[in-house]
T-cell receptor
Framework: EPEVTQTPSHQVTQMGQEVILRCVPI?????FYWYRQILGQKVEFLVS????????KSEIFDDQFSVERPDGSNFTLKIRSTKLEDSAMYFC??????????FGEGSRLTVL | GDSVTQMEGPVTLSEEAFLTINCTYT??????LFWYVQYPGEGLQLLLK?????DKGSNKGFEATYRKETTSFHLEKGSVQVSDSAVYFC?????????????????FGQGTILTVHP
C-alpha cells in the first residue's frame, strides 16, 4: 500500500539552528500538508501546498517557516532559526483531489 | 473559528467492553467529520468519516453518526480488543464536497488515549 514517508524520525538541534524536515508524499497525490503536535496538545494545521505554491497557512506558519517541493517527489519543511517552542512532532500528509488525507509517521523535533 | 472537543482521557477498558468516545464540534456551514487513529509508533490513519448530517461512518467495528442537531460525532464500538489500544482523534474539515476541494485542512480534537486490557 502506498504511504507517506518522513525523515528524520527524530532530530535534536540547538536553538537558533536551521532544520529541514523531509517528506515523500504518495506519488499521484496533488495536495501536500504539514501539521504539528506539541507534546500533550492538539494536532495543528501549519500549511497546505498545491500546484507548487502555498494554498493556505495558519498563523503559526510565520516567516521562520518555509516549504518547498524541490523535485518531483520530496516536500520539505524548513525552520530557519529554531526556538524551544518549535519542539514538536511534525506530520506530513498528502491527498488526491477527493480522497482522504494520508499521514506520515511523523518527525520528532527536539530543540535544546 | 472551528473547534473540536473530545472527551478527556485516558480511557481504560477490558477486552470486549463497549466503547464510547465523545466528540462535539463548532463550525460554520456544513463540515465533514472524521475519526483518525494513531497506533503506537505509527502515523495518523483515517478510521471513518461522514460528510453530511445523519451519515454514519463505519470501519473495523467502529461507528460514528453525524448529528447536526447536537453537533456531535461520537465514536462507538460494541466490543473492543487489545489491538484497538491507540490514540483516537476526532477532526473536522470545512471543505466538504464543494468544488472537489480536498479535505486536507483539518481541525483536530486533543486526542483520547485508549488502553484495552486482556
Amino acid at each position: 500500500e502506498p504511504e507517506v514517508t518522513q525523515t528524520p524520525s527524530h532530530q535534536v538541534t540547538q536553538m537558533g539552528q536551521e532544520v529541514i524536515l523531509r517528506c515523500v508524499p504518495i506519488s499521484n497525490h496533488l495536495y501536500f500538508y504539514w501539521y504539528r503536535q506539541i507534546l500533550g496538545q492538539k494536532v495543528e494545521f501549519l500549511v497546505s501546498f498545491y500546484n507548487n505554491e502555498i494554498s493556505e497557512k495558519s498563523e503559526i506558519f510565520d516567516d521562520q517557516f518555509s516549504v518547498e517541493r524541490p523535485d518531483g517527489s520530496n516536500f520539505t519543511l524548513k525552520i530557519r532559526s529554531t526556538k524551544l517552542e518549535d519542539s514538536a512532532m511534525y506530520f506530513c500528509a498528502s491527498t488526491g483531489q477527493f480522497g482522504e488525507l494520508f499521514f506520515g509517521e511523523g518527525s520528532r523535533l527536539t530543540v535544546l | 473559528g472551528d473547534s473540536v472537543t473530545q472527551m478527556e482521557g485516558p480511557v481504560t477498558l477490558s477486552e470486549e467492553a463497549f466503547l464510547t468516545i465523545n466528540c462535539t464540534y463548532t463550525a460554520t456551514g456544513y463540515p465533514s467529520l472524521f475519526w483518525y487513529v494513531q497506533y503506537p509508533g505509527e502515523g495518523l490513519q483515517l478510521l471513518l468519516k461522514a460528510t453530511k448530517a445523519d451519515d454514519k461512518g463505519s470501519n473495523k467495528g467502529f461507528e460514528a453518526t453525524y448529528r447536526k442537531e447536537t453537533t456531535s460525532f461520537h465514536l462507538e464500538k460494541g466490543s473492543v480488543q487489545v489491538s484497538d489500544s491507540a490514540v483516537y482523534f476526532c477532526a473536522l474539515s470545512d471543505r466538504g464536497n464543494a468544488g472537489g476541494t480536498s479535505y486536507g485542512k483539518l481541525t483536530f480534537g486533543q486526542g483520547t488515549i485508549l488502553t484495552v486490557h486482556p
